[in-house]
């Protein structure tokens, strides 16, 4: 296959699950080539994502690396045979790339939980309220670049998988903007918190046990070895998918969702915060 110049984060997450299965087998790259009549640099470039692999030469490595966890080889082949190219793809050399990737996660998860702390979610953000915060970035962004950002953003909360968001008081009392804008913020999340498939609470300053300093976004895959948090960084996203880190993540939500408000409790929260604007 041809080696592709920029491969996706969901193209090189199949290269480090292959790269993976090979070490737990114990075998080189070199073995592994030979089992495919290939060199031991075209495995390197399939396990850094670089190239594709096919699905008989995917069941064959899976054999050879005997792994005998069905759904979890069926779900490496639907990673490798997917050609999906997606809204995001229009954005490619425009935004970053991990913009890109990010849409692309969102997609492909059953689902997704937030924790926010300063901001609200991007994916709950009304456009005045992302203006004001792109606005507000260094190095300062043109009104071109500002506005291909919202545009992106809007195409992202499309999304109607199941979505929880874990939303500290903080995020929700900052003013991003002006008076108005805040207060069309709070208006949106109480829109947003009766959709079906979103599921909204609030972590207030007073409740005891709040231990999570920076936020995170959880993405579900078919299945949990497969799943993905991104935390934000200096230099952009950063996609974590190492086993023994997402169980830390895990437990991080389930603490965090321990001392949040219930979603009706959220609510009644919500519209007292946008009365006193």
Not at 125 to 147: G, K, M, N
């Amino acid at each position: 296959m041809v080696q592709r110049p920029e491969p996706t984060a969901r193209q090189v997450r199949l290269g480090v699950e292959l790269r993976r299965l090979r070490e737990a087998a114990g075998l080189t790259a070199i073995q592994s080539a030979a089992l495919l009549g290939a060199n031991r640099v075209q495995i390197s470039h399939i396990e850094s994502g670089l190239k594709g692999v096919s699905e008989e030469r995917l069941r064959r490595l899976a054999s050879h690396y005997a792994c005998t966890d069905a759904q979890f080889i069926d779900a490496l082949v639907e990673m490798a045979t997917d050609r999906t190219r997606g809204w995001w793809e229009e954005y490619r050399g425009l935004l970053p790339t991990s913009f890109l990737n990010l849409s692309e996660l969102e997609h492909h998860a059953r689902f997704l939980r937030h924790v926010a702390i300063l901001y609200v979610p991007g994916l709950l953000q009304t456009e005045d309220y992302a203006r004001a915060v792109f606005s507000s970035r260094l190095p300062e962004l043109t009104e071109d670049e500002i506005e291909l950002r919202i545009r992106h953003r809007k195409e992202r909360q499309r999304i109607t998988i199941p979505y929880e968001a874990l939303v500290h008081e903080a995020a929700l009392r900052i003013r991003v903007g002006d008076r108005s804008t805040s207060k069309a913020q709070l208006t949106r999340l109480l829109e947003l918190s009766e959709a079906d498939h979103v599921t909204l609470r609030v972590i207030p300053f007073d409740l005891d046990g709040f231990a999570a300093s920076s936020g995170m976004t959880y993405a579900g895959s078919s299945l949990p070895q497969l799943d993905t948090v991104v935390r934000d960084a200096p230099h952009g996203a950063v996609f974590i998918d190492a086993e023994a880190q997402l169980n830390i993540y895990r437990t991080r939500f389930r603490m965090v969702e321990a001392v949040s408000l219930g979603p009706v409790e959220s609510r009644d929260f919500i519209h007292r915060l946008a009365k006193e604007l």
